[in-house]
Antibody
Framework: QVHLQESGPGLVKPSETLSLTCTVS????????WSWIRQPPGKGLEWIGY???????NYNPSLKSRVTISEDTSKNQFSLKLTSVTAADTAVYYC??????????WGQGIPVTVSS | EIVLTQSPGTLSLSPGERATLSCRAS???????LAWYQQKPGQAPRLLIYGAFTRATDIPDRFSGSGSGTDFTLTISRLEPEDFAVYYC?????????FGQGTKLEIK
């Protein structure tokens, strides 16, 4: 059974960089698309982007200038970096399998607050 | 960007009743790239349907999806108490992949 677990700081200061990691167990991350999706408090879902085979990435244009998704196959992990964060980046961040999260496996989500 | 509009915003029904949720796209999505999710408070979304009508693993057959082009429907044939939640549609035909704003299915 594939299991995804997000990790990282729950509090980030404005203008700093949000860094999260998703650890995948129960299967290799190779050969699959992996994505990040977020959900601001009380709001809907926003797709952030995906990575495939460590080198192919696609980002939401609304975040593209600030987002980097990378993969570490040796650790079976993939990561999200979001620079220059503001309060608008406060959300629950989910990692998921599939380019859009449609691979059927999601992490439980990690809440991240942007505040000084 | 493809905008998805879900209706109604809130649906009040009783257990045992039939629920019909709608998702309309601002441009054609094609049947292959429309998904439905269920989300309960404090939980991650759960994939119910992909490719507009294919049930995901372990999803009961009371959930069914239909539609094509720009109009899609999620039907729950007989509501169980555990079905009361928020439902989202999502298109993954073209990037950025987008979600509808959600339909809250509440107990009447």
């Amino acid at each position: 059974q594939v299991h995804l677990q997000e990790s990282g700081p729950g509090l980030v200061k404005p203008s700093e960089t949000l860094s999260l990691t998703c650890t995948v167990s129960g299967g290799s991350i190779s050969s699959y698309y992996w994505s990040w999706i977020r959900q601001p408090p009380g709001k809907g879902l926003e797709w952030i982007g995906y990575i495939f085979y460590s080198v192919s990435t696609n980002y939401n244009p609304s975040l593209k200038s600030r987002v980097t998704i990378s993969e570490d196959t040796s650790k079976n992990q993939f990561s999200l970096k979001l620079t220059s964060v503001t309060a608008a980046d406060t959300a629950v961040y989910y990692c998921a399998r599939g380019a859009a999260g449609t691979g059927g496996y999601w992490g439980q989500g990690i809440p991240v607050t942007v505040s000084s | 960007e493809i905008v998805l509009t879900q209706s109604p915003g809130t649906l009040s029904l009783s257990p045992g009743e039939r629920a019909t949720l709608s998702c309309r796209a601002s441009q054609s999505v094609s049947s292959s790239y429309l998904a439905w999710y269920q989300q309960k408070p404090g939980q991650a979304p759960r994939l119910l349907i992909y490719g507009a009508f294919t049930r995901a693993t372990d999803i009961p057959d009371r959930f069914s999806g239909s539609g094509s082009g720009t109009d899609f429907t999620l039907t729950i044939s007989r509501l169980e108490p555990e079905d009361f939640a928020v439902y989202y549609c999502q298109q993954y035909r073209s990037s950025p992949y987008t979600f509808g704003q959600g339909t809250k299915l509440e107990i009447k």
